[in-house]
């Protein structure tokens, strides 16, 4: 199963070209994990032992977003470390064109501080409901 979460494109977040300007997307993903993960783990991250940090970003763009576009983010975890996670990020225009993808790491940490942590179990077996 992977999650889904909706936006509608701004008029603010195009860019001269009349495209969304690239740093939005990452924008958008991160808006769409925070929600996912707060929907897989029932709200606070905190209260079940978890935290994490972005290590690494990488997007490919395939179709600009523009103006007023209906924007869906299908995301789902595709391999899992000891204290590490990747997750994939699928954007597509008005839910059929796909405009990009991104592949995220993240590595969790203690809550509150820049610590490298276990994945708790709670948290894994969750999360595993959104595999790729």
Request: with cysteine.
């Amino acid at each position: 199963m992977l999650y889904e979460h909706r936006l509608r494109i701004r008029y603010a977040e195009c860019d001269m070209q009349q495209v969304v300007f690239n740093a939005h997307y990452l924008a958008y993903c991160d808006d769409a994990v925070d929600c996912w993960m707060r929907s897989a783990l029932g709200g606070d991250l905190h209260s079940v032992g978890f935290d994490c940090m972005v290590k690494r970003a990488e997007i490919t763009w395939v179709k600009g977003a523009t103006f007023g576009n209906d924007m869906v983010i299908r995301l789902g975890v595709t391999k899992f470390g000891v204290t590490s996670f990747e997750v994939l990020a699928e954007g597509f225009i008005n839910g059929e064109q796909k405009s990009f993808e991104a592949n995220l790491l993240y590595v969790s940490t203690v809550p509150g501080e820049a610590k490298a942590a276990p994945i708790p179990s709670s948290v894994r077996e969750k999360f595993s409901a959104y595999s790729r």
